[in-house]
Every structure is written in structure tokens, then in C-alpha cells.
């Protein structure tokens, strides 16, 4: 037959919880429909390892600790004290006691002989009395340079005289002693009598001396010259400098210096204003001044021209001193009696075409000069050399 029509929609089970007195969500519903936990059941057998997954991202630095103490900071932290190197030594242990020497090993075999070196320098010689020298290329072997027996020895001569222990022949040179000046001489130790030298400073000309028991003599036994000292009168006028090492025309075995007259000369004026001469400063350069301002300067009576033509004690090579040459004879003035220690004296020596350098015993003691204008009437003292 015919299909009956359909019933009407049935209710849920959820409304038909909440009809029978249920209250809640419809999770309420659920949570209500379900029965105590059972007991656990067996444990069932693992399955297998699942695929590894992938890596996931790096995790971001972390934050960089603190720098640890050094081992040097915790030394002192714990009541050390010093330097690093103090630190190092404290570690160190003590040194241990030294070990028992062992027993000599056996003495080895002896090497072999080295090849024979070659012939030496010197080849005998036939002569008797020869002695080697170096000529600068080569030895010379002969006896016609120093003869030597060994009991006589003869310089220029091959028959030295049997009595004397040296002689020394020749008709062109002489024997020349050791120089030396006086100080040097007394310094000479465990002085011997029968020592000769030169004395190079003694008296006016030097002087040969000899060592007795008691002291030094000339050669004929009298009492030897003093050295020359800055102040002596000497050759027209007073030894005012002595060259030292160092000085132009020093030389250690001949006594060189500057005399100054022992009177002073003027005042005059220098001479040539506004002309420049063309002088120098230095040591050893007043005199080639002197003639430069004599030969360039026509006025008369300036102190160069007084100096050139000065002729004193027998001497007429008297000039006027440089700016450096009166800086070392002014700087004796206390012994050379020049009072005045502030008056300036002119020297040959130009500053510019219109002034000069003048120097006075106290400025020559600190080598500070005074520029003074040319047309100044000022003192001056002759100079020479020995």
C-alpha cells in the first residue's frame, strides 16, 4: 500500500537529560553519560620508532659572562704580594739537592795529526845583529835598521860600542828625549834616578832634566827652571793664556799661549764707522784682523794701528786681540792686574759695519760681550804669540 507520512521529529538525548532533571552544557552531558575510570590495562607492546622530525630554528646567543679573574689576581686576592714575576717564582719549589757525579769516562783516542801550516813571515836571515821591521808592505830582515846581539844593541850603527848597552849613531839626526811638562813629569811614578826628559814648559825656552836620589836637575846638576804660568813676565809683556788641547796651534810638545802687555793703551775709537772690514771671532784669528783693519781702514791712530806698529821688549808682532782671544786672556785678568774687572777693552773682532765686540774681565769670565758702536773711545792691550 501507500507510505504512511512521516512522525514528527523526535526530541534529543540531551533535551531528554535536561527533562529528566539533568542540568549543565551539552560537555555537561557528556562528561555525565561517562562511567567511572576502569583499572589500567596491560601495557601493550611499543610500537615502532616514528620518523625524526626536523630540526627546528636556533635559539637566540646568550649573554656573554664576565671576564674570570687571572691566576695572578687570585694570588693577591689570597694575601700575595709583588710583581708578576714574584707571582711566577712563588710557584717554583724549592731546587732539589744535586744529583751524585758520575764516574770519568775512559779517555778517547788521540786525533790525527793536522796538516803542517805554512812557512811563517819571517825567514831567517845571514846577517848577525838582524832585526824585522815592517816597512808598510812587507818585513825586511837586516841589521842595518837596529842591531841586536843580544848583549849590545846599536841604531844606525852594526859595531854599538861593547861597554854601552845602546848606542845610537848618526850624523844628520839627534836623540830626542820624552816631553813633557812639568806636571806632567812630577806625575810620572816610581821615578828612578838617571830618567832624562824634556821639560817642555820650564823656563823661557824648555829645559833637558835628569833624576837624581833626590829630585830633578839640570843637566849640569843645578836647580831646574819653574814652568811658565799665566801672570809670568815673559817676552815684552805678561803670559796671559796658555793653549789648552784643542785650541788652534796647540801642541803637546811644544809650550804655546798669548802675551798681553802689562799696561793698557788708549782710550781710541775702533775706526771705520759704517766700513765693514771683514773680521773673525776665534781663537788664533786677532792677528789676520789686525792686518785686515790696518790694510782697509786709512784712519789713524785706531788701536789696530797702534798694535801693528807697537814695538815692545824687542818684539813688533803685537796685535790687536779677536772677541775669542781676549775671552781667555781677560778671564786671567785678576792675575794679570787688571783692576777694573767692569771696563770694556775693544777687540778686532766687528759685530756689523757700525760696531765691535768689547769684552771686560767680568764678561770674559761668563764669555758674554758688549756690542759697542765704532766711534766709542775705549781701552785696548796689545797681543803676540809665543
Keep these: 500500500g501507500n507510505t504512511g507520512a512521516s512522525g514528527a521529529n523526535g526530541i534529543s538525548a540531551y533535551q531528554v537529560w535536561l527533562d529528566n532533571g539533568g542540568t549543565g552544557t551539552e560537555t555537561d ?51 700575595g704580594s ?51 821591521f815592517w816597512n808598510g808592505s812587507a818585513w825586511v830582515i837586516n841589521n842595518g835598521n837596529i842591531y841586536n846581539n843580544g848583549s849590545n844593541v846599536g841604531v844606525g850603527t852594526v859595531a854599538p860600542i861593547v861597554s854601552a848597552k845602546l848606542e845610537v849613531n848618526s850624523t844628520t839626526q839627534g836623540f830626542m ?51 811658565l804660568a799665566i801672570g809670568d813676565n ?39 764707522n759704517g766700513t765693514g772690514i771683514g773680521t773673525s771671532l776665534g781663537l788664533g784669528t786677532g792677528q789676520a784682523n789686525t792686518t785686515a783693519v790696518v790694510n782697509g781702514c786709512s784712519d789713524t791712530g785706531i788701536p789696530a794701528k797702534v798694535c801693528d806698529d807697537l ?13 775669542n782671544e781676549m775671552f781667555k786672556v781677560f778671564a786671567n785678568g785678576a792675575t794679570l792686574g787688571i783692576s777694573n774687572v767692569n771696563v770694556f777693552y775693544v777687540s778686532s773682532s766687528e759685530f756689523s759695519s757700525g760696531h765691535i765686540y768689547s769684552v771686560s774681565v767680568s764678561s770674559a769670565i761668563t764669555s758674554v760681550p758688549v756690542v759697542s758702536v765704532k766711534t766709542d773711545s775705549r781701552l785696548f792691550r796689545p797681543v803676540r804669540n809665543f
Design 234 to 272: 815673559y817676552q815684552g809683556g805678561k803670559i796671559g793664556y796658555i793653549l789648552q788641547p784643542g785650541d788652534p796651534g796647540y801642541n803637546p810638545s811644544i809650550l804655546h799661549g798669548i802675551i798681553v802687555t802689562a799696561s793698557d793703551y788708549g782710550p781710541a775709537s775702533w775706526g771705520c
Design 311 to 323: 814695538v815692545l821688549g824687542g818684539y813688533s808682532d803685537w796685535y790687536l786681540p779677536s772677541r
Design 29 to 79: 552531558f557528556i562528561n555525565a553519560l561517562k562511567g567511572a575510570q576502569g583499572i589500567q590495562g596491560i601495557t601493550g607492546p611499543i610500537g615502532p620508532t616514528g620518523p625524526q622530525g626536523n630540526q627546528g630554528p636556533q635559539g637566540i646567543q646568550g649573554v656573554i659572562g664576565n671576564n674570570g679573574i687571572s691566576a695572578y689576581q687570585v694570588w693577591l686576592n689570597n694575601g
Design 82 to 132: 709583588g710583581t708578576q714575576t714574584a707571582f711566577i717564582n712563588s710557584l717554583k719549589g724549592t731546587q732539589g739537592i744535586q744529583g751524585v757525579v758520575g764516574p770519568t769516562g775512559p779517555q778517547g783516542n788521540q786525533g790525527l795529526q793536522g796538516i803542517q801550516g805554512p812557512a811563517g813571515l819571517l825567514p831567517n836571515s845571514t846577517q848577525t845583529g838582524a832585526t824585522p
Design 177 to 227: 828625549p820624552p816631553r813633557m811638562t812639568a806636571a806632567q813629569r812630577n806625575a810620572i811614578a816610581s821615578q828612578e834616578p838617571g830618567l832624562v826628559i824634556w821639560c817642555i814648559d820650564c823656563g823661557p825656552n824648555g829645559e833637558l832634566q835628569v833624576r837624581n836620589t833626590i829630585g830633578w836637575t839640570n843637566m849640569i846638576g843645578g836647580t831646574v827652571s819653574a814652568p
